[in-house]
């Protein structure tokens, strides 16, 4: 195994960007170490700093063969062992295990099975065991090397700029270091390229290089896709496409506006709670299946939705009661890079998050859905309202219906009573409706019990049944 020997400008470098994906500090050697080498060699591989503390501070190490002997002990022990190059940095007192990707993965130490997920090393389940197993020969789509591609030509200084600004790293000359660090590139036979990662956040018109990389955000009139009212393909990186997904949202959702005591500024509210619309956009962009190019990222609205989906049911290996409290990286330097950049907080806590703003906000919960597709819904409040109004309002009416026909009832029965022999006719002009409607009414009044016709249409009369107008003045004096 070569490695390549870490300068000070890199050593620099790494000092500044912290720990990730494929960087892990430690100040000195000891029981925890096993399952740092191991998590690096069932991962993409990777460096440790022995000699530098958690707050990126160099507090050195001795170089001792004493040392040496113990980590390279350390690394046979495990099963398989993993191989290992040690590299000492005897300027700054610091030692560099290099950790390539191991070729006999999984590999264990005695604390059991782990891969490197962000910036820590996480402890494998049987499932995860099992899941990884099955996946082995499967490249990552965020580690494939684009050797199509000059790295020169194809880097957008700007959006590297941008990155850059938003994760607190000070520009560097040494551009191929910088890149490899982040895990946007490698190297291959000595030739720096960039892959898949670093084309998806640093490269011009990446939508050119990955053609199924793009979100589709689209609204729809009423509650299916019949009538398209808006659509827009986003073409940017990644940082920029959820950003731009975002304002799409914020153009086509409904806002209310609130004045508080602690300001006389208005604060615009929208319908749904933007971190948690912010935390489902990213969700879908980091965790999508890549290698899936027959579909996209979605993004659609409806009269009483919101639909945010993503090529890619769970993860292999993550059940579904561990949903929402762990994580499973189906792209790990992806997600490396939105938490550098504060886009994510920690690994597998967006879900929680989106839960707990809509509970804040008393918003309906999200609607989860995972299949070939993991789709994230969300009902909207101000459809919900106005249906109920609806409703509340058919209801009010159909009240006002009910009491009509109630009074309307009892002048009939009233009319009835003073003269059982009256016809229709003179119901109808006596009450003011038409022949029909009292009809209707009689009809009605029959089928309840309350009224019956004695004789023949002709020379006969009504009876009121005393039982059941009894009834109806009882509940008459209730309402």
Same mark, same amino acid.
């Given at each position: 195994m070569? *490695?390549?020997?870490?300068?000070?400008e890199?050593?620099?470098?790494?000092l500044?960007?912290?720990?990730?994906?494929?960087?892990?500090?430690?100040?000195?050697?000891?029981?925890?170490?096993?399952?740092?080498?191991?998590?690096?060699?069932?991962? $993409?591989?990777g460096?440790?700093?022995?000699?530098?503390?958690?707050? @990126?501070?160099?507090?050195?190490?001795?170089?001792?063969?004493?040392?040496?002997?113990?980590?390279?002990?350390?690394?046979?022990?495990?099963? /398989?062992?993993?191989?290992?190059?040690?590299?000492?940095?005897?300027?700054? @007192?610091?030692?560099?295990?290099? #950790?390539?990707?191991?070729?006999n993965? %999984?590999?264990?130490?005695?604390?059991?099975? *782990?891969?490197?997920?962000?910036?820590?090393?996480?402890?494998?389940?049987?499932?995860?065991?099992?899941?990884?197993?099955?996946?082995?020969?499967?490249?990552?789509?965020?580690?494939?090397?684009?050797?199509? !591609?000059?790295?020169?030509?194809?880097? &957008?200084?700007? =959006?590297?700029?941008?990155?850059?600004?938003?994760?607190?790293?000070?520009?560097?000359?040494?551009?191929?270091?910088?890149?490899?660090?982040l895990?946007?590139?490698d190297?291959?036979?000595?030739?720096?390229?960039?892959?898949?990662?670093?084309?998806?956040?640093?490269?011009?018109? %990446?939508?050119?290089? !990955?053609?199924?990389?793009?979100?589709?955000?689209?609204?729809?009139?009423?509650?299916?896709?019949?009538?398209?009212?808006?659509?827009?393909?986003?073409?940017?990186?990644?940082?920029? @496409?959820?950003?731009?997904t975002?304002?799409f949202?914020?153009?086509h959702? +409904?806002? =209310?506006?609130?004045?508080? $005591?602690?300001?006389?500024?208005?604060?615009?509210?929208?319908?749904?709670?933007?971190?948690?619309?912010?935390?489902?956009? #990213?969700?879908?962009?980091?965790?999508? &299946?890549?290698?899936?190019?027959?579909?996209?990222?979605?993004?659609?609205?409806?009269d009483?939705r919101?639909?945010? *989906?993503?090529p890619?049911?769970?993860?292999?290996?993550?059940?579904?009661?561990?949903?929402?409290?762990?994580?499973?990286? =189906?792209? /790990?330097?992806?997600? &490396?890079?939105?938490?550098?950049?504060?886009?994510?907080?920690?690994?597998?806590?967006?879900?929680?998050?989106?839960?707990?703003?809509?509970?804040?906000?008393?918003?309906?919960?999200?609607?989860?859905?995972?299949?070939?597709?993991?789709?994230?819904?969300?009902?909207?409040?101000?459809?919900?309202?106005?249906?109920?109004?609806?409703?509340?309002?058919?209801?009010?009416?159909?009240?006002?219906?009910?009491?009509?026909?109630?009074?309307?009832?009892?002048?009939?029965l009233?009319?009835?009573?003073? &003269? %059982?022999?009256?016809?229709?006719?003179?119901?109808?002009?006596?009450?003011?409706?038409?022949?029909?409607?009292?009809?209707?009414?009689?009809?009605?009044?029959?089928k309840?019990?309350?009224?019956?016709?004695?004789?023949?249409?002709?020379?006969?009369?009504?009876?009121?049944?005393?039982?059941?107008?009894?009834?109806? +003045?009882?509940?008459?004096k209730?309402?």
């Amino acid at each position: 195994m070569r *490695y390549r020997k870490t300068t000070g400008e890199e050593l620099a470098l790494v000092l500044e960007e912290g720990e990730g994906y494929s960087l892990e500090f430690k100040q000195n050697v000891n029981s925890d170490l096993p399952k740092e080498l191991v998590a690096f060699a069932n991962a $993409s591989g990777g460096r440790i700093f022995i000699g530098v503390n958690d707050q @990126n501070k160099i507090v050195g190490c001795a170089f001792t063969n004493k040392i040496v002997s113990q980590i390279q002990t350390m690394a046979a022990a495990c099963d /398989p062992p993993v191989a290992i190059e040690i590299e000492k940095l005897p300027q700054h @007192n610091i030692i560099v295990i290099h #950790i390539p990707e191991g070729v006999n993965r %999984p590999h264990r130490c005695n604390k059991g099975f *782990y891969l490197r997920n962000g910036a820590n090393s996480q402890k494998m389940t049987t499932l995860d065991i099992t899941a990884f197993i099955q996946d082995e020969g499967r490249v990552r789509f965020d580690h494939q090397l684009r050797l199509d !591609l000059n790295w020169i030509e194809t880097l &957008d200084e700007n =959006r590297l700029n941008h990155f850059l600004q938003l994760a607190k790293i000070s520009q560097k000359t040494d551009m191929k270091n910088l890149l490899v660090n982040l895990g946007a590139g490698d190297y291959k036979d000595g030739q720096f390229y960039f892959n898949q990662t670093g084309v998806l956040f640093f490269s011009k018109e %990446p939508s050119l290089r !990955l053609f199924h990389v793009n979100v589709i955000c689209a609204l729809f009139k009423g509650t299916t896709k019949a009538y398209i009212l808006d659509r827009k393909e986003l073409t940017g990186n990644l940082l920029e @496409n959820v950003e731009d997904t975002l304002i799409f949202l914020k153009k086509h959702l +409904q806002l =209310r506006w609130e004045i508080t $005591s602690k300001s006389t500024r208005r604060k615009e509210i929208l319908e749904l709670p933007e971190v948690a619309l912010r935390e489902a956009v #990213i969700n879908a962009v980091c965790h999508r &299946d890549y290698l899936e190019h027959g579909a996209q990222v979605m993004v659609e609205i409806f009269d009483d939705r919101v639909e945010i *989906y993503n090529p890619g049911g769970l993860p292999k290996g993550l059940p579904e009661k561990d949903f929402g409290r762990r994580s499973i990286c =189906r792209n /790990p330097n992806i997600a &490396d890079l939105l938490l550098r950049c504060d886009y994510i907080e920690k690994m597998g806590s967006g879900i929680e998050r989106i839960r707990e703003a809509l509970k804040k906000e008393s918003s309906p919960k999200v609607k989860i859905e995972y299949n070939t597709m993991f789709s994230l819904v969300f009902l909207r409040p101000t459809y919900i309202t106005s249906q109920e109004s609806v409703k509340t309002r058919e209801e009010t009416r159909e009240e006002t219906r009910e009491e009509t026909r109630e009074e309307t009832r009892e002048e009939i029965l009233s009319q009835i009573r003073m &003269d %059982p022999k009256i016809t229709m006719v003179r119901l109808a002009e006596q009450i003011g409706l038409t022949q029909k409607g009292i009809e209707w009414q009689i009809t009605q009044m029959k089928k309840q019990g309350l009224l019956k016709r004695i004789g023949h249409r002709k020379g006969g009369h009504w009876k009121i049944l005393k039982e059941e107008i009894k009834k109806i +003045q009882k509940n008459n004096k209730r309402i």
